[in-house]
């Protein structure tokens, strides 16, 4: 409770916290919607918000409101199969690369750089035009896993190198602790922080590649995602139509949700980080 | 001394330079190796997605002349001969620069469509590297010098929502907003239609009108990258015992901020620019295709639409190259800052 209270001082934290939270409801109420997202033509077209429609209808028929609820669901979804699949390769590539050092390390490190430098989106766009039959949501999230890891690893080794160096893990190997054990249970509660943070990177990360794809047509067109929704509106020319609430709704509320998941990230990680907390709680 | 010299110079060689190129060309040989590994192995071949692509259109072959047409694309995307042999065939294409024919500008080669588009994105990619860099960098200096300052602080409340903005929606908001709303700038091209490349200054001035909501949006996102980093490392350098001293001693202010602090604090900065290049490339192709600039973003575009695998491949393989040779250069770049590399 007392850590609650302490980050809650910092704006940042709490704003990104309630944003996250309403988007999150708005995710929820998805499931309560009156419509299958999938159906075109379920409501009157090219409708202005009203009260029956709080968001205004598309040109494909469908509530914009209620478009909007699956696509920050099916968003978030993506994001946190993205995020989570790729900190199991990171946390695995940084821990064996940090601590067995050596070929393994260098080998390791390598292939972490490689992906560093050279321009992943362009392979992305490779594979995902050649599996775009079978994209859906865990596939996509898989794809983006597997090349949003890289920067994360290298963060997490730079943490192992330096917490293998410190007297405890001396103690602990003469003490005859396997090397399974000190990793997870001594070394895991100092990168869970790191991972923590890493985390809600990535998720952003994620979000934003989708749209990305979604521009170039590579992921499924029917799934309601952030991207898509955007894209559906672009390629109708909304924008020359003068229909905004088609428009701006995926864009407002990707931009909110980039924004609190960066905010969150900085305050989080700003808080673990003793010397800019000490700053900001003070002495107390 | 001369003997001195030497012995850094043999030592430079061969603990950064040596390392550094041997890193360079196994990631081109990595990065090409996956190029030609990734069509092949995930289930769906371009043949077949040719093919279906345009049965999906309506076209019908009977079977002798689709047998044929099968064989005819599996020559031009190289899918002939065992792996090996393609793999072969693929590097020696690669080292003249043959990247086959386009499918959809057929027979256009590809490398003459890239060549087409390159001019447009390495303009747009130098222009905004550099001013981004270089802006960013002075200006978030300054900010993290002067850090307690209310001007200091209302930048990097800014800094703080541009950004998470991932390239796209920045530049689909600036579009918005200064091409749609306000309609200072033309919303896509790279020039007027049908305006003819001339050496005057209408048609520069052209060029530039065109260019300016893409680089700004580059600009911007880049810039701020740059900011943030900056600021924090001055305000970490500030805190240095020496520019304590500096003060103490009655060194004028503007000679430690641009001595002192942003000299130092430059190192590392020189260092994320090979990094950042790789991701800002990435953002420059997105960019381009909001604002439809008729560079490489634009190229694939077309070609993800088109499914024109030969250009895809072109492009990434290409792209791979470019950018590494691009990151090899800077960081040989680099000991001519930074004394402590030239005398490892």
């Known amino acids: 409770m007392r850590v609650l209270r302490d980050i809650a001082r910092d704006y940042r934290f709490a704003l990104s916290f309630c944003v996250l939270c309403l988007l999150l409801a708005l995710a929820i109420t998805s499931f309560f919607s009156p419509y299958d997202p999938t159906f075109w033509g379920t409501v009157p077209r ?53 601590y067995r050092r050596g070929f393994v390390d260098t080998a390791l490190m390598f292939l972490t750089d490689t992906f560093l430098v050279i321009p992943l989106f362009l392979i992305m766009v490779l594979l995902a035009m050649l599996v775009r039959e079978k994209m859906n949501l865990v596939t996509l999230g898989l794809l983006l896993a597997a090349f949003g890891w890289a920067w994360d690893a290298r963060v997490i080794r730079a943490q192992i190198l330096s917490l293998r160096e410190r007297d405890f893990t001396q103690t602990a190997v003469l003490s005859g602790t396997g090397t399974l054990r000190l990793v997870l249970e001594e070394y895991m509660p100092f990168a869970t922080p790191l991972v923590f943070s890493t985390l809600i990177n990535n998720m952003s990360w ?60 900085v305050s989080v990680s700003e808080y673990l980080d003793p010397r800019t907390r000490i700053q900001r709680v003070g002495a107390q | 001394m001369a003997n001195h010299d030497g012995g850094a110079a043999m030592n430079f060689v061969r603990r950064y330079l040596i390392p550094r190129l041997i890193q360079y060309f196994l990631v081109i040989f990595l990065g ?47 899918l002939e001969g065992t792996m090996l042999e393609q793999y072969g065939d693929f590097w020696r294409r690669v080292a ?47 900010a993290g010098y002067f850090s307690r300052k209310r001007w200091s602080r209302i930048l990097e409340a800014v800094a703080m929502v541009i950004r998470p903005l991932p ?74 015992s020496y520019v304590q001293y500096a003060k103490l001693g009655g060194v004028k202010e503007g000679r430690i901020v641009s001595k002192y602090v942003i000299r130092n604090a430059m190192l590392p900065q ?70 402590r590399v030239r005398y490892l």
């Open chain 2, 32 to 78: 090409i190796t996956a190029v030609f590994f990734i069509p092949r192995l995930t289930p769906s071949d371009p043949v077949n997605r040719t093919i279906s692509q345009l049965r999906s259109m309506g076209s019908y072959l009977d079977p002798a002349s689709m047998e044929g047409f099968i064989h005819d694309l599996r020559e031009m995307y190289g």
């Open chain 1, 46 to 98: 090219d409708l202005k918000p009203s009260w029956s429609h709080p968001l205004g209808t598309n040109s494909k028929g469908q509530d914009v409101f209620w478009q909007a609820t699956f696509a920050v669901r099916n968003s978030l979804t993506i994001a946190v199969i993205a995020g989570l699949v790729s900190r199991v390769i990171a946390v695995l590539v940084g821990m064996i690369a940090g």
């Open chain 2, 270 to 339: 020189i260092t994320a620019v090979g990094l950042a290049l790789g991701q800002m490339f990435s953002g420059a192709l997105i960019t381009e295709i909001v604002f439809s600039y008729p560079g490489l973003g634009t190229l694939l575009y077309n070609a993800v639409v088109t499914g024109d695998y030969n250009l895809i491949m072109g492009i990434t393989t290409l792209s791979i190259i470019a950018i590494t040779t691009a990151i090899l250069l800077i960081d040989l770049l680099y000991p001519l800052f930074d004394p």
């Open chain 1, 206 to 265: 994620a979000i934003g590649m989708e749209m990305t794809l979604a521009i170039l047509g590579l992921v499924n067109m029917d799934i309601p995602t952030l991207g898509t929704t955007l894209q559906w509106a672009i390629s109708y020319q909304a924008m020359l139509l003068g229909y905004w609430w088609w428009l701006l709704t995926p864009v407002v509320l990707s931009v909110l949700l980039f924004v609190a998941l960066y905010w969150l990230s």
């Open chain 2, 96 to 142: 003249h620069g043959d990247f086959g024919v386009s499918f959809f500008q057929f027979p256009t080669p590809v490398i003459d469509l890239i060549g087409q588009s390159l001019p447009w994105t390495v303009g747009l990619l130098l222009t905004t590297t550099c001013i981004s860099w270089t802006v960013g960098n002075i200006v978030g200096g300054l």
């Open chain 2, 167 to 240: 390239y796209y929606i920045a530049a689909f908001a600036l579009l918005l907003l200064l091409a749609y709303v306000v309609r200072w700038f033309p919303i896509s091209g790279g020039t007027d239609i049908g305006r003819r490349a001339t050496l005057s200054w209408a048609y520069v001035k052209d060029v530039l009108r065109h260019a300016f909501l893409p680089a700004l949006s580059i600009t911007v996102l880049g810039g701020t990258v740059w900011f943030q980093t900056m600021k924090l490392i001055v305000q970490n350098v500030s805190a240095e």
